[in-house]
């Protein structure tokens, strides 16, 4: 990776889980009402052709990561897992009394926080809670996130027993220092040990989530961890930057110094020599960050161009409508996006009211939705077009101006109607989603929004 490129793309910039990105949502034209009404829609839409996804946020954790930039609840005190859960079944109550007939459940995710901080038997209520309401689309995926640290294999066999065959361990790095500096201590027989748990129960897909750019970390650390995880043959992983942002989320990313953290070329040396050792071990590049083995769901669904993002990260199989359920989970419904509470306290006396706790959202317009499906083929496919009129739009000609200098940097390749990302050009993939952001581009922020890109 051409150093000079590195220094002049290195800049702040969004994640694209969702467009338009949260701190550009115009909430003057959002109303609970409004996001029913686009609920209803999609729901009619797409609900006995594709189904629908569930989201579900669990958000306690025993202790603080420091690296963490989710929504948790620090306790150790789970008596807390009870009242929560009987609150997502509520809030997921007050969904299907909207809905005109049964949800068909394509997926389900459970994220954190530390899904597995619930004993299995709660976790058990849950799921048997929510699927007593609906029917299974034959071809489903439930996934979880597993804390290697306390993940039981009475977990793992409960969950399987329910359904699920995807779970996702939390690796980060395995360098002592590393773990100190971002406190998540976590020696690599703990992962090693579910991992094997894991494999030994049935599940399909085993996925281990790895970090650069952390505190301390070095280039003989990401080779360490990634030779340790390579001995243990994960379907799919993702190697993503850390997204040093403690203006946002305040002292839970101050357990170190700012000179602490890699940066630029140091940092990109990480990623650029960890991509590819991971390709000698036989993982592809998926989307942004992510990779997997042939063998892998996620693998066939890039190859068949069926790959999907959205705020559960990336998927195999797309749905139009996804609902998020507990405390600051987002929903989807393509047309709109809505977010719960963020504070847990208000989330319960929302739902004490019997209402939907979403306090904030956005209603997509017409743009937004033609510059969202852009957005979406950037990073799911490497590559986007405009020659169906239906993704035209009337400043597709000034973006194209922004994206000389990435063609001539030989980042991209265009054609009349076309976009193709190069090799080159993947690092800096977000870059290019930020030319088509014209919310973006129409207000350029004056404060720190984003991480970095590179």
């Known amino acids: 990776m051409s150093i000079s490129l590195v220094q002049k793309y290195n800049v702040p910039g969004p994640r694209y889980t969702s467009y338009p990105t949260v701190p550009y949502w115009d909430e003057n034209c959002f109303s609970e009402t409004n996001w029913k009404q686009t609920l209803l829609q999609s729901f009619a839409e797409s609900n006995d052709t594709e189904g629908i996804s569930l989201y579900i946020h669990l958000p306690f954790c025993e202790s603080l990561c420091t690296f963490c930039g ?4 620090i306790t150790k005190r ?40 619930f004993s299995p038997e709660n976790l058990e209520q849950l799921i048997k809670g929510i699927l007593k309401k609906v029917k299974v689309a034959a071809e489903h995926e439930f996934s979880f996130e597993g804390h290697p640290n306390n993940t039981t294999r009475a977990h793992l066999q409960k969950l399987y027993d329910l359904g699920f065959r995807r779970v996702s361990f939390g690796v ?20 090693a040990k579910v991992t094997f748990w894991a494999r030994e129960i049935g599940y399909t897909s085993i996925s281990h989530d790895l970090v650069f750019g952390l505190p301390f970390q070095t280039l003989a650390n990401v080779i360490d961890t990634i030779e340790k995880t390579n001995s243990l043959s994960p379907d799919r992983l993702a190697f993503y930057s850390y997204a040093h942002v403690p203006w946002i989320k305040g002292n839970g990313q101050r357990g170190f110094k700012d000179e602490d953290v890699p940066k630029d070329d140091a940092k990109r040396l990480l990623y650029e020599e960890g991509k590819k050792l991971l390709a000698q071990k036989g993982y592809h590049e998926i989307g942004m960050d992510h990779f997997a083995l042939e063998t892998d769901s996620m693998y066939k669904a890039f190859k068949e161009n069926k790959l999907h993002r959205n705020f559960m990260g990336y998927t195999a199989s797309k749905t139009k409508l996804m609902i998020g359920l507990g405390v600051s989970s987002i929903s989807d419904s393509w047309y709109a996006f809505a977010q719960n509470e963020k504070e847990l306290e208000r989330y319960y006396a929302r739902l004490d009211e019997n209402e939907l706790p979403v306090f904030r959202g956005h209603i997509l317009t017409p743009e937004d939705l033609i510059i969202r499906q852009h957005i979406l083929n950037l990073m799911c496919q490497f590559k986007t077009s405009w020659h169906n009129k239906n993704y035209y739009f009337e400043d597709l000609p000034i973006v194209l101006s922004q994206l000389t200098e990435m063609e001539n940097d030989g980042l991209i390749i265009l054609t009349q109607d076309t976009l193709s990302v190069t090799e080159k050009g993947k690092p800096f993939v977000r870059n290019i989603c930020m030319a088509f952001d014209l919310r ?3 207000n350029v922020p004056k404060n720190k929004l984003f991480s970095m890109t590179v």
């Open 70 to 73: 989710c929504h948790k609840r």
């Open 78 to 117: 789970h008596e807390v897992e009870h009242p929560y859960i009987e609150a997502v079944l509520k809030e997921w109550q007050l969904y299907c009394d909207l809905l005109p007939s049964k949800p068909v459940i394509k997926e389900i995710h459970l994220g954190g926080g530390t899904p597995t901080f």
């Open 172 to 191: 980060q790095d395995y360098a002592e220092k590393v773990q100190t500096a971002i406190h998540r201590i976590q020696p690599f027989h703990n992962v």
């Open 440 to 442: 973006l581009n129409r």
